[in-house]
């Protein structure tokens, strides 16, 4: 097939046409044109808690379309104030305020201009493999000095200097002596530290709680702010509505200040949000941020529906059942050049061979076409798998023997 699209993406080749049903709930499955029927455990990546088309979620979307699709955002709707009412009840921040969006990405820019302008600093810490999106710079091109201004200077403009030189120091991930000094010799300019707290795309690596809990200490003694990106980890991934709550646990006293959330919120509708403690989020005065789509009603009974679901099916005790059920399946069968199983729930991630040989990429081709399972492959070298929920031991099964024959069959050598 001719790919009418830029040419960004490496292909597989492969034309998904629906999911396909495979018992109650949303379905674990999707079938091709040519009828091909794959297990997914890559989900769009990471974007179908659910499975796809739950029936209920479904029903939820349809009946929000025909009673409202969109509205500016200067006009309340029901089902964003729900939607924003419910995040601040399941997530980690203090009297939680939230900018929606629609995107993982939009949601880290949102939060980038939140810490610039609360702290009035401009220096961003964040980690070694750390992902957080791919934006460059529309509001660069932006006329309105109103929107811009604040944030960005173009050349030869005569007006004072904010954010110009924004600024990002990048420290090895788990590193908090490598914090300490950072705020030491930069701390005046430090405006926040975000952190995955489980880095997805680097590789599936969790940080451990003394990192996370380190680092809420240190921004909180310099003033700066803790910003913490759940858009891969978020919405019961882990077994918890967060990682934070997985990883760190419950205390309020050391909860992050910014907390953003994409992929899962949605179950499979692009929705993104930004939570912040109300004393952080009181700098985005009017016209300071903003979006036409972001937290459009479709979006948010999308979004309302997933969390609604997740809770009703106890589909987050399942997700969190996923990687020791694996790391089970290889005690009782390993396989040689399995060299670590990473994760928490259901991100989880498969080391094969040492990470600098990025022996995993040859894996994805044999997985889909001999064994008609999707997986993502992160940081060269592991094997990723972002199941719905509702995925166990079958499942978990059919992937390890699957990836044990490709193994055995040299597909990573
Ligand atoms: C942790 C994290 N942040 C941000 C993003 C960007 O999200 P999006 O692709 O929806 O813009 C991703 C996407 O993989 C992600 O994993």
Known sequence: MTDLRWPTYGLRNVTLEAA???????????????????????????????????????????????????????????????????LGDLFPIDDARV?????????TEAA?????????????????????????GALSLTANPAYREPYIRCTGEDAPERFLDARVIRL???????????????????????????????????????????????????????????VQTGCGRTGHWSAWQAIVGDDPALRPDILWL???????????????????ASAMIGGSH???????????????ATLRIIEEEGLMAKAGAQTPTLRELAAAAPIDQVTEIRGLGAMIGIQIGAAEDRAAGPLNGPLMHDHKIFVTI???????????????????EQIWGALAECLRAGAAS
């Open 290 to 304: 903003g979006t036409t789509f972001g937290g459009n009603p479709l979006a948010c009974a999308a979004a309302l």
């Open 20 to 86: 396909q049903p495979d018992g109650e709930g949303g379905s674990m499955h999707v079938v091709d044109s040519d009828g091909n029927v794959y297990l997914d455990a890559m989900t769009g990546v990471g974007c179908a808690p659910l499975g796809h088309a739950h029936p209920l979620w479904v029903e939820a979307i349809e009946r929000q379309m025909r009673r409202l699709s969109t509205a500016a955002n200067s006009i309340f709707t029901g089902p964003q104030q729900q939607l924003a009412r419910r």
């Open 378 to 396: 992160c940081g060269g070298h592991s094997v990723r798998l972002l199941l719905p929920y509702r995925a166990g031991k079958p499942e978990l």
């Open 112 to 136: 980038i201009k939140l810490a610039l302008r609360a702290t009035g600093c401009d220096t961003i810490v964040c980690f070694d493999r750390a992902f957080h999106g791919r934006s460059l």
């Open 172 to 230: 090895p991930f788990g590193d908090l002596d490598a914090v300490r000094q950072a705020f030491a010799d930069h701390g005046e300019r430090i405006a926040a530290a975000f952190v995955e707290p489980i880095q997805g795309e680097g590789g599936v690596f969790p940080a451990t709680r003394e990192f996370l809990v380190g680092l809420r200490q240190i921004t909180r003694e310099h003033g700066a702010l803790l910003g913490v990106d759940e």
């Open 99 to 107: 900018f929606f969006a629609n995107t993982g990405t939009e949601t």
């Open 262 to 280: 994409a992929k899962a919120l949605g179950g499979g509708f692009p929705v993104g949000a930004c939570l912040a403690s109300k004393e952080a």
